[in-house]
């Protein structure tokens, strides 16, 4: 049977991780939202060809996807959300 101390150590690393998750979700988040707003700066510009500008719309539809399918993993896996 688990002592107290080793719940502790248990609940400690446990608590390490979750913050790491947490870390590199919001960093992920960052970046594509980053990605997202570089690519419609791009695009308000005018002057770019048609084929980069249907590449560029692409890339930004499947940043707001992946940004989308984070945040659903996200709320899925937390307690209580």
Known sequence: MATLADL?????SVSAEV???TTVVNS??????DLKRMLDDAL???GTPDEVIA???AIA????ANE???AEAVAANTPGA
């Open 61 to 64: 539809s499947a940043l707001d």
């Open 68 to 70: 989308a399918a984070l």
């Open 28 to 33: 992920a988040t960052v970046l594509l939202t």
């Open 19 to 21: 913050e790491q998750q």
């Open 8 to 12: 502790q150590v248990a609940l400690d």
């Open 44 to 46: 308000s510009g005018g």
């Open 55 to 57: 590449r560029i719309q």
